[in-house]
């Protein structure tokens, strides 16, 4: 959405600007989570009160969502509709051209292991939850 919306050439710094909030979001929350689970004691079922309140900045961010401006530009089409339009043998070939150049596989392979090591340790959290509440019906999902 925000390549659809910005000029190419404040792509980067759009892209940076995105990552690092989203990096710096999670930061916060783990910090007030943390903060919440330590040193506020006055709760007792702290757990509810981290669903809640995860609830309330979840139903903000879908708010803030509508206050967003329209796309100055066209989408990309989707993988789908190019199939649909010159075939799927076109599109395979049209994708391995582009992952053919070796930085651009080294780069992709960058991008899966890290992207993969950010969900593992994202997903962290219902270590969390188990150290709050061992008894806890929370699960291992």
């Known amino acids: 959405y925000a390549f659809m919306i910005f000029d190419e050439e404040h792509f980067q710094t759009v892209t940076s600007w995105i990552h690092g909030s989203y990096y710096l979001g999670y930061m916060f929350g783990c910090i007030m989570g943390a903060v919440i689970d330590d040193y506020l004691t006055v709760i007792s079922d702290r757990v509810t009160f981290l669903f809640y309140l995860s609830w309330g900045f979840t139903t903000i961010a879908l708010l803030c969502f509508f206050m967003l401006p329209k796309a100055r530009r066209e989408a990309p089409p989707s ?13 395979l070939k049209d ?3 582009s992952y053919s150049d070796p930085h651009v596989q080294i ?16 997903n962290y959290y219902q ?13 291992y999902v």
Request: proline share 2%.
């Open 79 to 91: 993988v789908v509709s190019m199939i649909r339009r010159v075939g799927i043998k076109t599109v």
């Open 95 to 97: 994708i391995k051209s």
């Open 107 to 122: 780069w992709s392979l960058w991008w899966l292991i890290v992207y993969g090591a950010s969900a593992i340790y994202v």
């Open 127 to 139: 270590n969390q939850f188990s150290n709050i509440d061992p008894n806890g019906s929370f699960g």
